[in-house]
C-alpha cells in the first residue's frame, strides 16, 4: 500500500482540519466583534476566546499533517498547480496571523479585562491592528475554504496572489471606514 491509496482518507482529514480551524476563527472573531459591543470584555469572553483560538491551532495542525500527506501522493502534480501554491501562501498568512494573536492581540486584550477599554491610550493605539489582524484572519479563511473546494483555477500564481492581496487590502479598508461604530 502507498500514499496514494490512502489519498482519500488524508482529504478527509484535511476536510476536518478545515472545518475545525475555520469554524473556531469564525466564532472566535464573531466573539470577540460581539464581545466588545459594551465597550468592556470580560475575563469570561477572553477564556472563550482562547478556547476558540485552541481550536484554531488543532485545525491547522491537522491540516499540516493532512496537508503533507496529500502532497506526497503528487508533489509535481501539486508543485505545478496556481491553486496549491496560492492556497499555501493563504494557509502560511493564517499561520502567521495566529502566532501575532497570541503574541501581541490576547496578551492586550487580557491585561484589559474588565476594564472599559476605550479609556486605555495602549488599547486604543492598538485597536487598528488588532482589526486587521481579524480581517485578515476571516477573509483568508474564506479563502483557501474556498480554494479547496476547487479542483483548479484559471490563473497564474501571480495573478492569484495580487487578487488575493487586493481582497485583503479592500477588506481592511472597509473594515477600518466601520470600525470606530464597531468598537
Known amino acids: 500500500m502507498d500514499l496514494s491509496d490512502l489519498k482519500e482518507f488524508f482529504i478527509i482529514l484535511h ?8 469554524g473556531a476563527a469564525f ?4 466573539m470577540f466583534f460581539s464581545s466588545v459591543k459594551d465597550r ?3 475575563r469570561t469572553e477572553i477564556r472563550f476566546m482562547k478556547i476558540g483560538s485552541t481550536f484554531v491551532w488543532i485545525g491547522l495542525v491537522i491540516l499540516f499533517i ?5 502532497f506526497l ?3 509535481e502534480g501539486y508543485l505545478s498547480s496556481s491553486k496549491f501554491l496560492i492556497k499555501m501562501f493563504i494557509v502560511f498568512v493564517i499561520f502567521l496571523n495566529g502566532i501575532v494573536f497570541h503574541a501581541k492581540h490576547l496578551p492586550l486584550i487580557g491585561r484589559h479585562a474588565d ?5 486605555s491610550d495602549e488599547f486604543v493605539r492598538k485597536k487598528k491592528l488588532l482589526t486587521i489582524s ?3 484572519s476571516v477573509t483568508s479563511w474564506m479563502l483557501a475554504l474556498i480554494l479547496g473546494s476547487l479542483s483548479s483555477i484559471p490563473f497564474s500564481f501571480i495573478t492569484a496572489l495580487v487578487v488575493y492581496l487586493l481582497i485583503e487590502i479592500v477588506s481592511i479598508f ?3 471606514s466601520f470600525s470606530n461604530r464597531m468598537f
Do not use: E, K, N, R
Open 40 to 42: 468592556v470584555v470580560s
Open 27 to 30: 466564532i472566535s472573531d464573531a
Open 73 to 75: 501522493t503528487d508533489p
Open 15 to 22: 476536510v476536518l482540519g478545515a472545518v475545525i480551524g475555520a
Open 115 to 119: 476594564h472599559h477599554y476605550p479609556s
Open 134 to 136: 481579524g480581517v485578515i
Open 174 to 176: 472597509v473594515v477600518l
Open 66 to 70: 493532512s496537508g503533507s500527506l496529500i
